[in-house]
């Protein structure tokens, strides 16, 4: 089968660092996805690891350790919008198939 | 550049009918997948077209069916519902299979089962 972990909740300040880790279980590994969804709105694509290694975009970087099955996506200079649910997603691949499956959800809140 | 859209918005059916719900890609986009999201839970992937071709199906019942068109756009079917099928529906689209893993959400579409 196929599983992602990530917590379900975190808290942090406006200005700090936070970091969400995804652990995954899943044949047919292509790569990480991360994904940013405001309450009531539709999911937003993040950035992808297809490589073990760091991936920065702005205040954005994500990290994949394939061997470790583990990820994590770390938010620097963190900004009140960026309260919101963020998944990681794994693109699998099994037979003919292929499809993105994603983790339950990490709520993140920023207070000031 | 318009984004991916959805309709209708919001759905209300009763158990046991039928629903069609339909999507329409970014243009030049020519895969479209689709997701259920439940309140407080990712979205589970139902299924991933790519040329009019199904490329992808998730363990969701034979119920659930759908269909992509020349123009790229799809349609999700679903017979005989049931309340747990009440759940916003997503649909996505990526520029081809290779890029996936980047995928363009439109807004849902808020199916309510009563």
């Known amino acids: 089968g196929q599983s992602l972990e990530q917590p379900s909740e975190v808290t942090a300040v406006e200005g700090a660092i936070v970091q969400i880790n995804c652990t995954y279980q899943?044949?047919?590994?292509?790569?990480l996805s991360w994904y940013q969804q405001h309450d009531g709105g539709a999911p937003t694509f993040l950035s992808y690891n297809g490589l073990d290694g760091l991936e920065e975009t702005g205040r954005f970087s994500s990290f994949l350790s394939r061997s470790d099955s583990y990820g994590y996506l770390l938010l620097q200079e963190l900004q009140m919008k960026d309260s919101a649910s963020y998944f990681c997603?794994?693109?699998?691949?099994?037979?003919?198939?292929?499809?993105?499956?994603f983790g339950t959800g990490t709520l993140l809140a920023v207070q000031p | 550049d318009a984004g991916v859209t959805q309709s209708p918005t919001h759905l209300i059916k009763t158990r046991g009918q039928q629903v069609t719900l339909r999507c329409s890609p970014i243009s030049g986009h020519k895969s479209v997948s689709w997701y259920q999201q439940v309140l407080g839970q990712g979205p589970q992937f139902i299924f991933q077209y790519y040329e009019k071709e199904e490329r992808g199906r998730g363990n969701f019942p034979d119920r659930f069916s759908a269909r992509q068109f020349p123009n790229y756009s799809s349609e999700l079917n679903v017979n005989a519902l049931l309340l747990g099928d009440s759940a916003l529906y997503l649909c996505?689209?990526?520029?081809?299979?290779?890029?996936?893993?980047?995928?363009?959400f439109g807004p849902g579409t808020r199916l309510t089962v009563t």
């Open positions: 996505a689209s990526s520029l081809a299979m290779g890029s996936s893993y980047e995928q363009y």
């Open positions: 997603a794994v693109r699998a691949y099994g037979g003919a198939t292929n499809k993105l499956i």
């Open positions: 899943t044949s047919g590994f292509y790569g």
